[in-house]
């Protein structure tokens, strides 16, 4: 019988170089304890080249895979082109509306992810209408749920895991207050996620949310911004059940 594959879980690192090592120390447990490390997104503090440097000192002894997306925070110097580079050189795949597949004993894990961006949620989701800025605006966040989307349904992993930086539902956002509500994510990301399904969500950018939440289908979602979670990262397991096992004769 195969083990459960064991993720590592965190966000919002938002690495500067007077947390460097900090955030070396908190990290290296994960190459004994888990098998994939994700990290999603807001990985420098405000984008700067210096950042982006002492993010390459704090993942560079991480053995086992490394997947990522960016936040907000890591476009904010404009030297996202940089950061993608330096993140690569040190071993991270980086999703950008694309998937990577992990092997791990003799099974896969597929993550598929992107940024996303904002919008709002259900009956109260900005629609394309109106101002070109509007429209924009939105079509940002439906260009990454599009992008999801497709590398999502071609997937064919024995697990499959997607991860935004942004919110694709409200649970998550708990404790925050409701004005910034649009603009900590957008139920437009949850929908490749609802049509196709997945083991789990993960993401970040809610520093005052709740950890655990799920989708309208009942898939976990968990906001792992290092706020919320409070420890370097959080582990957890994908495992069959038998209701999967069911679901995938
Ligand atoms: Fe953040
Ligand atoms: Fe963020």
Request: glycine content about 10%; hydrophobic content about 30%.
């Given at each position: 019988m195969t083990r459960p594959i064991r993720l590592a879980l965190v966000a919002?690192?938002?690495?500067?170089p007077e947390t460097q090592q900090q955030l070396r120390e908190g990290l290296a447990p994960a190459n004994d304890e888990a098998d994939v490390l994700l990290l999603g997104g807001d990985?420098?503090?405000?984008?700067r080249a210096e950042e982006g440097r002492a993010l390459q000192e704090v993942l560079r002894p991480i053995r086992i895979p490394m997947v990522a997306v960016l936040g907000n925070h890591d476009y904010h110097s404009g030297l996202v082109g940089d950061l993608v580079a330096m993140l690569t050189d040190v071993g991270v795949h980086l999703l950008q509306g694309s998937a990577h597949v992990a092997r791990v004993n003799g099974e896969t894990v597929g993550i598929v992810g992107a940024k996303g961006f904002c919008g709002g949620y259900g009956t109260y989701c900005l629609t394309p209408f109106g101002e070109s800025g509007i429209k924009q605006f939105i079509g940002e966040t439906r260009h990454d749920a599009q992008a999801v989307n497709e590398a999502l349904g071609a997937l064919q992993t024995d697990y499959r895991v997607v991860m935004f930086h942004?919110?694709?539902?409200?649970?998550?956002?708990?404790?925050?207050?409701?004005?910034l509500y649009p603009f900590l994510g957008s139920s437009i990301l949850a929908e490749p996620v609802e049509q196709h399904g997945c083991d789990l969500v993960v993401h970040g950018?809610?520093?005052?949310?709740?950890?655990d939440g799920e989708t309208q289908a009942g898939i976990p979602v968990k906001n792992v911004a290092m706020p919320v979670i409070k420890r370097p990262y959080v582990l957890h397991s994908l495992e069959r059940n038998g209701k999967r096992r069911k679901r995938r004769r």
């Open positions: 919002d690192l938002h690495c500067r990985l420098c503090n405000m984008g942004y919110a694709p539902i409200r649970d998550t956002l708990f404790g925050e207050p409701a004005e950018h809610a520093h005052h949310g709740v950890e």
